[in-house]
């Protein structure tokens, strides 16, 4: 484990860990969250993770970094395939951002969990996740954070993802603008015939007593 959580830390710093991590093949876990970054950090690593086979958990919260960054982040880590965790929530991601994520998590048959909270992406950019993961044939995706994220109707989708899948074990949609109505109810029907996923979260929603009614 590297941890270097809130150390006030920002390009320069992270840039010369992401030179350092080249070349490291021991740490498994880096842990650089809550340093306001940036862009031309989430850049270095990216290029580190080409080098770098033994890092599996990447943590990298509150980092200023928008969709540029974690574009060039998930490009690699779709390249290396080695990592098994990657938690980039309350940054600025964006669509743009979460397609590129999608296309990591379809692409890395040994990532579990993915953590994409907060980072201010649309409907469309939650849709081109789920759908990523929905036609893809290595996911093991088994825990996915897409809380404080607009869903709102694309809920349907999500539910349609739920429906063939057999790995994702918890699914957090706190915050996501979730109300009854037609989508809500395809959702939990869906939901309702799924076997494996053993925690939803869904706080912070609008779904008011008939929202819940349909869950049960």
């Not at 992401?18 to 970054?37: H, M, P, Y």
Request: charge should be negative.
């Amino acid at each position: 484990l590297l941890g270097l959580a809130r150390n006030r830390c920002e390009e320069r710093g992270g840039t010369m860990l992401a030179e350092a991590l080249r070349i490291n093949q021991t740490v498994k876990t880096f842990d650089f969250s809550w340093n306001d970054a940036g862009d031309e950090v989430m850049a270095s690593l990216a290029e580190a993770l080409i080098m770098n086979h033994s890092l599996q958990r990447v943590i990298l919260d509150r980092n200023r970094a928008s969709c540029d960054g974690v574009g060039a982040l998930a490009t690699a880590i779709g390249a290396n395939r080695k990592v098994k965790l990657l938690s980039v929530a309350n940054n600025r991601v964006g669509a743009a951002g979460c397609s590129f994520l999608g296309t990591m998590a379809a692409v890395t048959p040994v990532l579990t969990t993915l953590d994409v909270a907060q980072n201010g992406i649309p409907k469309v950019g939650v849709f081109s996740l789920v759908h990523a993961l929905q036609h893809s044939n290595v996911s093991v995706l088994q825990t996915l954070n897409i809380g404080y994220n607009v869903v709102e109707d694309g809920i349907a989708l999500v539910g349609q993802f739920l429906k063939g899948n057999h790995c994702l074990r918890e699914l957090n949609l706190d915050g996501c603008r979730l109300a009854p109505g037609a989508a809500w109810d395809a959702f939990a029907r869906l939901y309702a015939g799924n076997d494996t996923l053993a925690n939803l979260s869904l706080a912070e929603n609008d779904l008011g007593d008939a929202g819940v009614a349909a869950l049960a």
